[in-house]
């Protein structure tokens, strides 16, 4: 009832971490042989607005969590859901640097998701305060997809579209280099740059034509591909359609459409009859 507890040095624990409804702390042992008192401070608190079209705003999944995951001693990720005008709320936030992003979750078959970025933004979070943040926002880019002549999809079959911004390109030195690239990979920098990387997934039709919501200004890669339906036994499936040339996109400021015309698929040669 008074604060008091007793802690048995282990020398695998990293950080001791306190959390309750006052607020949060993390410390490690070292420091609390120097100082025993355990100070919380007040949790801070993140909010925002997903922008984008109207009717297209609810239920965008917004997750948070620490900067670098695999380098701190203790990471977290949260997240939540857009409500009808595409506001989100995290009440209880670790004060320090943190990321915000719209995580996009797709639906590979029955019982198979895959989940990735879509957009994430670097926010300080400063204890007893509150953090704004806007996500979305941007063009619509559109377009269509050219399937070949008689060609029908099978039921089950699922499209894979999107927009995807550069990243960091590994030096000359490092490429070919693994133990290299992987250091060069792991660099706090790098590892920013990545994960402000943009992935826009697109909206298809059945009739093949696309809309991509909210693309900032910026150098993208345009992606499409048409996958079978998975096996039973989960092993790998190569894609029935592929986009026949590398397409690239580059948007400017504004707002308005990009149409990106017609963008032919072909089968794959392991796809072909």
């Given at each position: 009832?008074?604060?008091?507890?007793?802690?048995?040095?282990?020398?695998?624990?990293?950080?001791?971490?306190?959390?309750?409804?006052?607020?949060?702390?993390?410390?490690?042992?070292?420091?609390?042989?120097?100082?025993?008192?355990?100070?919380?401070r007040s949790w801070g608190r993140v909010a925002g607005r997903f922008v984008g079209a109207a009717g297209k705003v609810a239920g965008k999944v917004i997750?948070?969590?620490?900067?670098?995951?695999?380098?701190?001693?203790?990471?977290?990720?949260?997240?939540?859901?857009?409500d009808t005008e595409g506001r989100f709320e995290f009440t209880r936030v670790?004060?320090?640097?943190?990321?915000?992003?719209?995580?996009?979750?797709?639906?590979?078959?029955?019982?198979?998701?895959?989940?990735?970025?879509?957009?994430?933004?670097?926010?300080?979070?400063?204890?007893?305060?509150?953090?704004?943040?806007?996500?979305?926002?941007?063009?619509?880019?559109?377009?269509?997809?050219?399937?070949?002549?008689?060609?029908?999809?099978?039921?089950?079959?699922?499209?894979?579209?999107?927009?995807?911004?550069?990243?960091?390109?590994?030096?000359?030195?490092?490429?070919?280099?693994?133990?290299?690239?992987?250091?060069?990979?792991?660099?706090?920098?790098?590892?920013?740059?990545?994960?402000?990387?943009?992935?826009?997934?697109?909206?298809?039709?059945?009739?093949?034509?696309?809309?991509?919501?909210?693309?900032?200004?910026?150098?993208?890669?345009?992606?499409?591909?048409?996958?079978?339906?998975?096996?039973?036994?989960?092993?790998?499936?190569?894609?029935?359609?592929?986009?026949?040339?590398?397409?690239?996109?580059?948007?400017?400021?504004?707002?308005?459409?990009?149409?990106?015309?017609?963008?032919?698929?072909?089968?794959?040669?392991?796809?072909?009859?």
């Amino acid at each position: 009832a008074d604060g008091r507890l007793k802690l048995s040095k282990d020398p695998a624990v990293q950080s001791v971490v306190a959390a309750g409804a006052a607020g949060f702390a993390e410390t490690s042992f070292a420091a609390l042989e120097q100082d025993p008192v355990l100070r919380l401070r007040s949790w801070g608190r993140v909010a925002g607005r997903f922008v984008g079209a109207a009717g297209k705003v609810a239920g965008k999944v917004i997750a948070l969590g620490t900067l670098q995951p695999h380098t701190q001693a203790l990471s977290y990720d949260f997240s939540t859901r857009t409500d009808t005008e595409g506001r989100f709320e995290f009440t209880r936030v670790p004060p320090g640097s943190l990321w915000v992003e719209h995580r996009v979750v797709e639906i590979l078959g029955p019982g198979q998701t895959s989940s990735y970025a879509s957009q994430a933004k670097e926010v300080t979070v400063v204890a007893g305060e509150m953090a704004e943040v806007t996500l979305g926002g941007g063009i619509r880019v559109i377009g269509r997809l050219g399937k070949p002549v008689g060609f029908s999809a099978p039921a089950g079959s699922t499209w894979s579209v999107g927009l995807h911004s550069h990243g960091a390109v590994p030096p000359p030195e490092v490429q070919g280099n693994p133990a290299e690239l992987q250091r060069w990979a792991g660099l706090p920098e790098v590892q920013r740059l990545t994960r402000l990387q943009r992935h826009l997934p697109a909206e298809v039709q059945p009739d093949g034509s696309f809309t991509i919501e909210g693309v900032e200004p910026g150098d993208y890669s345009f992606m499409a591909y048409l996958s079978a339906p998975p096996k039973p036994d989960g092993s790998f499936v190569p894609p029935l359609l592929v986009s026949r040339t590398p397409t690239t996109a580059t948007v400017g400021a504004g707002t308005g459409e990009l149409d990106l015309g017609e963008i032919s698929m072909v089968p794959t040669p392991e796809a072909a009859p």
